[in-house]
């Protein structure tokens, strides 16, 4: 699965931190959602959705292998 949660926080000013706090998540997660390491539970998608007021689907997206 491909994200682009570090260009959206980019474009929001945020850090890993900054993002982790507001979905109350650590920064360690954030790390390992954007270079893809782990894949986040539905909850914590949609949170991430509504921080960046953009789809799930905009924000990540399933490539084969």
Do not use: H
Request: proline share 3%.
């Amino acid at each position: 699965m491909k994200n682009t949660i570090k260009d959206y926080r980019a474009r929001f000013n945020m850090t890993q931190e900054d993002l982790a706090q507001t979905i109350n998540v650590s920064r360690q997660t954030i790390n390992a959602i954007e270079k893809g390491k782990f894949d986040p539970s539905l909850p914590t998608a949609f949170r991430l959705a509504a921080v960046f007021k953009c789809s799930i689907e905009e924000l990540f997206r399933f490539e084969a292998e």
